[in-house]
């Protein structure tokens, strides 16, 4: 699986700490759909809802969707939006608690038939958790987890989401997506009482607060669970290539089963119990008789891992899937096989709806195929069927020679369309766009100061296309970016965030200075958290923009003033104004990841920050800079130069000393110096260190000089009417490049060459 790395600090003495970053995720505009793959499916039927029928899916994307379902169309009527990291999982319990899990170490609750209200994060795996089982909807509310850490967690959902005190529960967090404000709990009745035998072992990570059952004995990673109907017979599998078999009221191991080849990752259960199927990556399927704790069935249908598998009520029949992008029916008394259909992609999770089947995949995409759930013998009787062999397929293919079975369906009834999740990414030299290539071949530029794509290009070749927009311009790395969600992600780290200033007139910012600069990650920074801000005024009757004044959290404050060297960033106004170049979108909003000093990682859109966050639910940097106007301490690095004649010019030379460069310098500065020196004749030892000339200097009292902002900032001089032509050039390239301090050694000018 993906990994990603933590985003909490470190706790070492002897290492800097590590800033909190902020992650902001662009949104497709139509944000209705998964734009990754489909990792878990969960129905939710009308006999347990409010009527109607419900697909919920769970995307690599880290959102759930709810699908209201008909006969021919599926219409996403909910977005779950609170995890940082793929959803790998996700179970329905109770009348109507959606259960997740995901990479980002979490389980979550879910009002099912809400807007996308998270009632709960259950925080105790210490890897990613891959997996979950619930026990019937209407027996109990016990959900089992596992993940990569080897850990089996049994769960009672009930007494998991009572209201505990913050003080004394380091486990469960009582608000919605992790951070402070209300949220809508689901009806709880009396707490379970855990028993405390002997046979059972517990996480004691903490003294307070709900404590799950941990069912022990994994030495590597979990990828699947399944338990039966009434919730006491619980069995895991994974990279140990054994089933694992427990009491889930205690978490005792009761026996495992071996036979498997390679990892196992899928697991069904009957509902007494006694009969167990798993499906490996040896590309076998076995049944288990666990009264007896032997393997009585495999079936070779598979060409390659089987990672999926849905059951008839009955137990009599069972749907496969898998890395073969292939569906099979099989019938477990007689071995019947039938290949249903082949897809485009791996198969990852099945879910039965009466006489259909839907299929999760790697593709962003859910289609629904016919299954005759409820007679699937009817699928046999299109006389395509073949018999399963006993032996991995590798060595039952000679059976099976010349009669390569064939699908009994071509299309699937019904596709809930997702987009194609981002495949490739180059970071344009301008900093501002990324050039994106997706899933189906599309070609885009997104402008990630405002979170849109500017510029769609179709299928065309995505090096042809980089190496058409590439610029001869020079800005610092201030952020990165990656497509582990399937969008893009912008990562935001401080102090590096702050590194990169652009003029005003380059981001064609009107009624600004053209000679202002920008700094790019405080205008994203307040673009990012103006709905915020806004909402903030609102509910507290300050400004929005402290102007100077210092936060009211005592952790912010204390937090600044740890620092010996803090600069308030004079160049830009001390207001809430957003530029139009950093205005993000309101109809296709981003969305934030990030963590405060309190609680874990939390995400929302920027358009659902109501302003009930307060200062401790974000790092402290982002709220320094947006409401104090305050940036990290940064070097005045400055960059030496010598002006020199091109080789072979005439020219004399107009320069005597070295010349400097801040750390953003248009190049027009640079030649207006020259056409200056050129025209007018002037020694350079009238030059001052802001690049204005002063008489009384000698050429031995300034070697030094200044090409700064503080020249021609009065407009064209009368004597620029009569500038030569002068062409810039950069690697034997024309260009209009800003100057920077770190980038490129040597500039040459038409009449005189830059030596660094």
């Known amino acids: 699986m993906h990994r990603v790395g933590s985003a909490s600090n470190g706790n070492s003495s002897t290492r800097p700490r590590k800033e909190k970053r902020l992650t902001y995720v662009l949104n497709d505009s139509d944000d209705s759909k998964h734009c990754a793959g489909i990792n878990c499916l969960a129905l939710l039927t009308s006999e347990a809802s409010d009527g109607s029928d419900y697909l919920f899916t769970g995307s690599r994307d880290g959102r759930l969707k709810r699908w209201a379902l008909s006969v021919d169309r599926a219409t996403c009527s909910a977005t779950f939006e609170s995890h940082v990291d793929w959803v790998n999982d996700a179970v329905l319990v109770g009348d109507s608690t959606l259960v997740s899990c995901s990479s980002d170490t979490t389980l979550k609750t879910w009002n099912a038939l809400s807007l996308g209200t998270c009632t ?183 060409t390659d891992s089987v990672w999926a598998l849905a059951s008839t009520p009955t137990f009599s029949h069972v749907y496969s899937g898998g890395r073969d992008f292939s569906l099979y029916l099989t019938d477990l008394q007689t071995r019947e096989s039938s290949l249903l259909c082949t897809g485009e992609h791996p198969i990852l999770q099945l879910a039965l709806h009466d006489d259909s089947m839907w299929v999760a995949s790697t593709d962003s995409s859910v289609h629904r195929w016919p299954a005759e759930g409820c007679n699937p013998e009817k699928i046999f009787q299109s006389g395509n069927s073949f018999l399963a062999g006993n032996l991995s397929f590798s060595r039952a293919r000679v059976s099976l020679e010349g009669s390569t079975p064939v699908p009994v369906y071509k299309e699937p009834t019904l596709t809930i369309l997702g987009t194609p999740a981002i495949v490739q990414h180059e970071v344009l030299n301008n900093k501002r766009h990324v050039l994106t290539k997706d899933a189906s071949g599309s070609v885009k530029l997104w402008e990630i100061t405002k979170g849109v794509v500017v510029e769609d290009y179709g299928k065309v070749s995505f090096e042809e296309k980089k190496e058409e927009l590439f610029e001869m311009v020079s800005i610092p790395a201030w952020f990165t970016v990656d497509t582990r969600l399937g969008s893009l992600s912008v990562h935001l780290d401080t102090p590096q965030c702050f590194s990169a200033e652009m003029y005003s007139a380059d981001l064609n910012i009107v009624g600004k200075p053209e000679d202002d600069k920008v700094n790019l990650g405080r205008e994203t920074l307040k673009g990012l958290l103006a709905h915020w801000l806004r909402k903030r005024k609102q509910r507290t009757g300050s400004p929005a923009s402290a102007n100077g004044e210092l936060l009211s959290g005592k952790d912010i404050a204390s937090r600044s003033l ?188 038409h009449e005189y060459s830059m030596a660094f």
């Not at 499906?279 to 076998?284: A, E, F, N, P």
């Not at 993000?584 to 981003?590: A, G, H, K, L």
């Not at 030379?653 to 200056?676: D, F, M, W």
């Open 120 to 302: 709960r994060t259950l925080r105790q795996h210490s890897d990613y958790v891959t997996c979950l089982a619930a026990a019937g909807k209407n027996v109990t509310n016990v959900v089992a987890s596992g993940g990569l850490g080897g850990e089996v967690f049994v769960w009672d959902i009930e007494a998991a989401t009572t209201p505990v005190s913050k003080s004394n529960d380091t486990t469960v967090d009582e608000s919605s997506n992790g951070i402070n404000g209300s949220s809508n709990l689901l009806p709880l009745t009396s707490l379970r009482t855990i028993n405390s035998s002997t046979n059972m072992s517990m996480n004691t990570s903490q003294t307070q607060g709900y404590i799950p059952i941990a069912a022990k004995g994994h030495k590597d990673s979990v990828y699947a669970l399944a338990t039966n109907e009434s919730g006491t017979i619980l069995v895991s599998g994974g990279t140990e290539k054994v089933v694992r078999v427990w009491d889930a009221r205690t978490g005792s191991k009761t026996l495992k089963l071996k036979g498997h080849t390679d990892n196992i990752r899928a697991l069904l259960l009957d509902s007494t119990g006694r009969y167990c199927l798993s499906g490996s990556s040896d590309s076998m399927i076995r049944l288990w008789d666990i009264g007896q704790q032997r393997c009585v069935h495999s079936y070779a249908v598979h």
């Open 562 to 749: 740890t620092h010996s060297r803090i600069e308030v960033d004079g160049s830009s106004e001390n207001d809430t104004m957003v530029y139009p170049p950093f205005e993000f979108s309101v109809t296709s909003p981003p969305s934030i990841i990030t963590e405060g000093s309190h609680g874990g990682p939390w995400r929302k859109k920027i358009t659902d920050l109501d302003g009930t966050k307060d200062e401790k639910d974000f790092p402290w940097w982002c709220l320094d800079c947006v409401l104090n106007n305050r940036l990290p301490p940064r070097e005045n690095t400055k960059c030496s130069f010598y002006l020199q004649p091109c080789e072979g010019s005439s020219v004399q030379i107009v320069t005597q000393g070295k010349l400097s460069a801040p750390r953003i310098l248009r190049i027009h500065k640079v030649i207006n110096y020259v056409i200056e020196k050129m025209v007018l004749d002037k020694p350079l030892d009238s030059l001052n260190a802001d690049g204005n000339f002063a008489p009384g200097l000698t050429g031995s009292q300034s070697q030094h000089q200044t090409v700064g902002d503080g020249s021609f900032r009065s407009g064209f001089k009368p004597w620029q009417k009569l500038r030569p032509s002068i062409e810039i050039l950069c690697s034997n390239q024309a260009s209009n490049m800003l100057l920077t301090c770190l980038i490129y050694n040597l500039m040459t000018l």
